[in-house]
């Protein structure tokens, strides 16, 4: 999978969320899955530990996997299922089906009441539809002081729009594209705060020329995806 990461200076006061405050759940949507739920559980030795009828359409259910919890909430007219994002997220896209970035939701508030209305927003967005695909294509740069460009179909640039909003107000977000010869790829956005000089991950972290017979990276420079927190889990780099 081939992934590009893009990063924004941005500091706390301006309004960037601390992201040890923040919860992600991911959109499922279920009636695309095989996979057969109660087996997965057992062999990745996921338990079932609360389950809760919120209305005639909304179950919450809590699972438990080695002290860790994980919020689900399902709605049974569309089939979606919403994940929150742990490090066995991979284990519960085997048992429900992948996630969709379309439906990602972030939040500081985890309560019934707060999360209820976003799922229900994103599900009211996914129905609707898109009527392209989003193509977007990121050209980097060769070396210093080279050009980059984004070239993208009004479908995704709208698209890299909110999720570029997104990771202004949370530090984090990703967007699911294809360049134009179909080959899909995810996006993820960084909102990274501060300044070269007085932070150490803008300091460490590899530049970004691809030119590698201008600039070869040393081994003690940082892998831009390893700084993720909120996505650092739903990574599937080879």
């Known amino acids: 999978m081939v992934v590009f990461e ?74 979606i299922l919403f994940v929150e994002v742990t490090p066995y997220i991979q284990q519960f896209e085997e048992m429900f089906g992948y996630g969709e970035t379309e439906m990602d939701v972030v939040v500081t508030d985890i309560s019934h009441e707060t999360l209820i209305p976003k799922f229900e927003k994103v599900i009211a967005e996914k129905k609707q539809g898109y009527t392209e695909l989003p193509y977007l294509h990121v050209y980097g740069q060769k070396y210093w002081h080279d050009d980059a460009i984004i070239v993208g179909n009004k479908t995704a640039l709208k698209e890299l729009r909110d999720v570029i909003d997104n990771a202004i107000q949370y530090g984090e977000g990703r967007l699911s594209a294809s360049a134009s010869d179909g080959e899909g790829y995810e996006l993820f956005i960084s909102c990274l705060p501060g300044e070269t000089e007085n932070n150490k991950d803008w300091q460490q972290m ?26 650092r889990n739903l990574l599937r780099r080879e």
Do not use: H, W
Request: glycine residues 2%; contains cysteine; positive net charge.
């Open 6 to 79: 893009i990063y924004f200076k941005q500091t706390k006061s301006k309004g960037v969320k601390v992201l040890t405050d923040t919860k992600l759940f991911i959109g499922i949507d279920t009636s695309l899955s095989i996979s057969k739920n109660i087996e997965k559980r057992k062999q990745f030795n996921i338990k079932r530990v609360q389950y809760e009828d919120l209305s005639p359409t909304v179950t919450f259910a809590c699972y438990e996997k080695q002290e860790t919890l994980v919020r689900t909430y399902f709605f049974k007219d569309v089939l």
């Open 206 to 231: 590899t530049l970004p020329y691809q030119d590698k017979e201008m600039y070869v990276p040393n081994v003690d420079e940082v892998d831009p995806f390893s700084l993720l927190k909120l996505y």
